[in-house]
């Protein structure tokens, strides 16, 4: 197999390797790199040799990366990246160009997908991005042998020197004509993945996704990989999916990481009765949006395994919330959140602090809003206008911002809304997450989870400092 076939995928750690064991988001979450290993499946598929190194996983993995260039000798070295971690992509790609002068480097994911050209005006290691969909562009990219790239849909290259983009690859995969994820290419798998503490029964666990994109248009939600496409697989695919993941790795159950779970009502209706009728030993998480479930489905769901289900609530301020969001309904919201309680299924909400717009009295809104329903647990995040969202464009009028990518990930006040300090901003957050956990509903139910979490109580013990500096602090990382 020539050179130029074999791909080294690299998911980027985002920082130093020696602050991993002090990062609290690692602690509580590593997620698998779906993406990643979807791609890799898609190119094994075509006749493509692939590796693929999780330094999120894996911090340690740099080695692996030199033993691989000098082993493998890849033609291609490929980065999926998030904003935050796109320089420590860079960093690596000019560590394998030292190593191997004549590897080229592709980049893919939201924050190339978003910013395009101007990549490759600003990063000369970078010498291709991937646009939006990764499958079939890379496959095409390494058939090319990196030659007439101006012929493939979906990338941006140099010609003559000057980035070119070649326009969107139209349509998007048929979602069912996938190959599963590679997983068995994640080193540890599945053990070396764990879903948030507190949100899963039993391990071991992994996320899955069962569809891309979403059909509505938030003012804080990147669109630059799907745009406004919405796809899905079918039940039965999604079925056939999970009985592979019970039956290969054993895992006990599985977070859905859709954006619009139950958008389609009759595939998850078909999916729940298929998993009733043959169950397969494992539970689930998912996230929905208000407007698409009910009473009757949620029954089905929870029949069906459903553990927790996760809805965007955003603020719980009704004018704020209508600036950024569509259907900003809170009345049905909160009923929605009283539903899926009354089904036996746990609620959690997610929330973002710092929006455009945002005061002191917003905050208090929401922090009342939410205190007032069953909410079993949340996730609090830090507003920060990324690249491809719509609100990326004119945050400065807006606010402070302060683009410093290493720091957009959601943990740092990199955008401040008028009106409003960064450090009261800091203040109002830990208040928010001591309240939550103060309140005597709240801790009676992580009690509960001694029983109905033990796996999570271990991992919360054993990190217990690390979560208490958090409380204290709200970094990320301990510095200290």
């Not at 190119?43 to 340690?60: F, I």
């Not at 326009?167 to 290419?185: I, S, T, V």
């Not at 977070?255 to 397969?280: H, S, V």
């Not at 009704?318 to 959140?337: C, F, G, S, V, W």
Request: net charge neutral; aromatic share 10%; with cysteine.
């Amino acid at each position: 197999m020539a050179a130029a076939e074999r791909i080294l995928l690299v998911h980027p750690l985002g920082y130093r390797a020696e602050a991993a064991g002090r990062d609290i988001s690692r602690l509580a979450n590593i997620m698998p790199p779906l993406g990643l290993a979807s791609i890799a499946a898609w190119l094994e598929r075509q006749g493509c040799a692939v590796d693929l190194v999780d330094c999120h996983a894996h911090p340690d993995a740099e080695s692996r990366i030199h033993e691989l260039l000098r082993s493998a000798r890849p033609g291609w070295i490929g980065f999926s990246c998030t904003t935050s971690s796109f320089l420590d992509g860079v960093r690596l790609a000019r560590l394998a160009k030292s190593e191997q002068p004549d590897i080229r480097a592709v980049f893919g994911g939201p924050h190339v997908s978003a910013l395009k050209e101007r990549v490759l005006t600003d990063f000369p290691e970078v010498d291709v991005i991937v646009v939006g969909e990764g499958e079939e562009t890379l496959a095409a990219l390494l058939a090319s042998g990196g030659e007439n790239l101006a012929d493939i849909p979906g990338v941006v290259f140099r010609d003559g020197g000057v980035p070119r983009f070649t326009g969107y690859r139209e349509p998007g995969l048929e979602l069912d004509n996938l190959p599963f994820p590679a997983y068995e290419k994640l080193d540890g798998y599945p053990k070396a993945y764990q879903l948030p503490i507190f949100n899963y029964p039993k391990a071991p666990n992994s996320s899955c996704i069962s569809s891309r994109g979403c059909p509505y248009a938030c003012s804080y939600c990147d669109r630059s990989v799907f745009r406004r496409t919405f796809r899905y697989n079918s039940a039965d695919y999604l079925y056939d999916h999970l009985r592979y993941l019970r039956e290969r790795f054993g895992v006990r159950h599985v977070n859905f990481y859709d954006d619009q779970f139950t958008f389609n009502r009759g595939r998850i209706e078909a999916l729940c009765r298929k998993l009733i009728d043959e169950p397969l030993g494992l539970t689930y998480n998912c996230a929905v949006r208000a407007e698409h479930v009910d009473p009757e489905l949620l029954r089905l769901m929870k029949a069906a395994g459903c553990w927790m289900a996760s809805l965007g609530i955003e603020t719980g301020d009704p004018e704020l919330l209508a600036k950024h969001r569509q259907n900003p309904d809170l009345e049905m919201l909160a009923e929605k959140i009283r539903q899926i309680k009354a089904a036996g299924i746990r609620v959690k909400g997610l929330l973002m602090m710092g929006l455009p717009g945002e005061s002191e009295a917003s905050i208090r809104k929401s922090m009342d809003y939410v205190f007032s329903l069953p909410i079993d647990d949340f996730n609090l995040s830090k507003f920060t206008p990324f690249p491809g969202t719509p609100i990326y464009e004119n945050a400065r009028e807006l606010g402070t911002f302060d683009e410093d990518w290493t720091k957009m990930d959601c943990m740092h006040f990199q955008f401040v809304p008028n009106g409003m300090t960064r450090a009261r901003l800091e203040e109002l957050f830990t208040l928010y997450y001591k309240s939550h956990f103060q309140r005597p509903q709240v801790l009676l139910g992580y009690l509960a989870m001694l029983w109905k979490s033990p796996d999570s109580w271990r991992r919360f013990a054993l990190n217990l400092g690390s979560f208490l500096r958090f409380a204290r602090s709200s970094k990320r990382i301990d510095e200290s």
